[in-house]
């Protein structure tokens, strides 16, 4: 690239990770007032990438183009530049970053770069989420495809669109671009443990749907051996084991069918990468119920790239692990036997955000066959940047989230009790900074972001009209100090993972 062209992108304020050349183009972005601003240069108007759009000026002898950063133009700039594009992940280990902000990729492609070996998922978020949030997946992948830009993220990155309940959730995820479907059947099974009285699971067999399945009872009970041996020793699969497995997940398994095969015939086979995900189920996925799901998506022609079971323990949002380690390590270990053994998928932990003290466990567990999903811990960060900057606002948010509390966790594995946590009046800076370092407040924040961003109120009380505005322009204000923190407290998710991917790599070489 020739150094004037440089500089004329460098003059209009381009970041200069950012600038990259398209045809005879070249085009980067800049932080503008309150957001990015996708800039281009060329000769000639007609050799700008096409369908970018704004406001052209003549410059060093050619025009500059400064433009929003909107839809039209993150779709112009995915089409110059292939890289900004989603694209698939496939069984490399991987790590799903949410962004209920829009403004964090920066921050995360610091700490993907500095924990080599995960293919980042820079796009993620959940059909719950964009609800809440007021957004789109459209939405979602632009904010993506700006930050990866910006920061210059060249090798490429998923977009998930999780937790995928309806055939339209997934439509809105096939339009914005995404490459990752997560389908959570979760609506389709039954409050039942897979140790359930006899009577209930009795009940919940009678009345399953054989012709979705396409099966029929007796080839249901002559499907299954009696063990399978895993690499990691043998699994027994006890008759009433199996039963108890499709009395629950047998309507799952056929919701789950429509929602993969309605992805082939839209987007093609090999053209997605698709995730089954039951880890919001009241009660523990057992291995035998591992066994069942697999056995019969793959009956009935279903391919799949990670599988979300629930796990013994809990997985709260925004807070460590609750539960013996050992145990967990343990569960992990035996879903990713099956996994290996019944087709080589990665497992996938959701709920993934600040789970410190297991991953090293997971990793281990999974031998980096593994995703990892965070999502509102960027919001967390981002709130405490709020709180280091601009307690004012904090102080503003956490009577919000008081107010929402009991609203907000209603779909939410969070344990916090308001009676435990100070109350809205009178904190100091030092006060609001702490909220962040506690569980119970952390989680009280975690899950009240809709009516902090969104103004999604529930409670009767007047909204705080604003907020959610303020917040994004005070984040866009700090937005360095906020990169700089994501990216250190992301990189402490990534580094076991990376760790052992570079152990694997170096493995192989030897
Ligand atoms: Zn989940």
């Not at 992948?141 to 830009?149: E, I, K, M, P, S």
Request: charged fraction near 20%; hydrophobic fraction near 45%.
């Amino acid at each position: 690239m020739h150094t004037e062209v440089l500089e004329v992108l460098e003059a209009a304020g381009a970041v200069e990770a950012s600038i990259s050349e398209a045809g005879e183009a070249v085009v980067g972005i800049r932080p503008g007032a309150a957001g990015w601003e996708p800039v281009a240069w060329a000769r000639r108007p007609d050799l700008l990438p096409a369908g970018l759009e704004g406001e052209a000026t003549e410059s060093a002898g050619g025009v500059l183009l400064v433009g929003p950063a909107d839809a039209r133009n993150a779709a112009a700039l995915r089409r110059a530049l292939p890289w900004l594009a989603p694209r698939l992940v496939g069984s490399a280990a991987s790590v799903g970053t949410g962004d209920r902000l829009g403004i964090a990729t920066p921050g995360h492609v610091t700490a993907f770069r500095a924990n080599p070996g995960l293919v980042p998922v820079l796009a993620q978020q959940s059909a719950r989420e964009l609800s809440r949030t007021g957004r789109t997946f459209g939405d979602v992948v632009d904010a993506a495809t700006f930050g990866a830009l910006a920061a210059g993220w060249r090798d490429g990155f998923g977009a998930d669109a999780d937790h995928l309940k309806t055939i339209a959730d997934i439509d809105g995820g096939i339009a914005a671009g995404c490459t990752m479907f997560t389908a959570d059947p979760i609506e389709l099974v039954p409050n039942l443990a897979a140790d359930a009285p006899v009577a209930a699971i009795d009940e919940a067999f009678g009345v399953i749907p054989w012709s979705g399945l396409e099966d029929d009872h007796a080839a249901f009970a002559a499907r299954y051996p009696a063990r399978l041996d895993l690499d990691t020793g043998p699994l027994e699969l006890p008759a009433a084991a199996i039963r108890a497995a499709a009395a629950r997940f047998a309507p799952a398994v056929v919701h789950v069918v429509a929602m993969y095969r309605h992805l082939l015939g839209t987007v093609g086979r090999g053209g997605f990468d698709f995730e089954v995900a039951v880890d919001e189920i009241l009660h523990r996925t057992t291995p035998v119920d591992h066994v069942y799901l697999a056995t019969e998506l793959r009956r009935l022609g279903v391919d799949w790239i990670g599988f979300a079971p629930r796990f013994v323990g809990r997985f709260e949002k925004g807070i460590d692990f609750l539960g013996d380690s050992a145990e967990l390590a343990a569960d992990v270990g035996v879903h990713a036997a099956i996994a290996r053994a019944m087709g080589g998928y990665k497992i996938s932990v959701h709920s993934g955000s600040d789970k410190f003290s297991v991953y090293d466990g997971i990793a281990r567990a999974t031998r980096g066959a593994v995703h990892l999903k965070t999502s509102g811990t960027s919001y967390l960060v981002a709130l405490g940047t709020i709180a280091a900057t601009e307690p004012a606002l904090m102080a503003r948010i956490w009577r919000v989230a008081l107010r929402e509390y009991s609203t907000a966790r209603a779909s939410y594995h969070v344990s916090a009790v308001l009676s435990e946590v100070p109350g809205a009046d009178g904190l100091t800076p030092a006060d609001l900074a702490a909220l962040l370092t506690r569980s119970n407040t952390r989680e009280i924040l975690h899950v009240t972001y809709g009516a902090v961003l969104h103004g999604e109120t529930h409670a009767g009380a007047a909204a705080d009209a604003g907020l959610g505005a303020d917040f994004r322009t005070a984040i866009w204000r700090h937005r360095d100090r906020y990169w700089t923190e994501l990216a250190g407290h992301i990189g402490r998710h990534l580094d076991p993972f990376s760790r052992l991917a570079a152990g694997a790599a170096e493995e192989a070489n030897s």
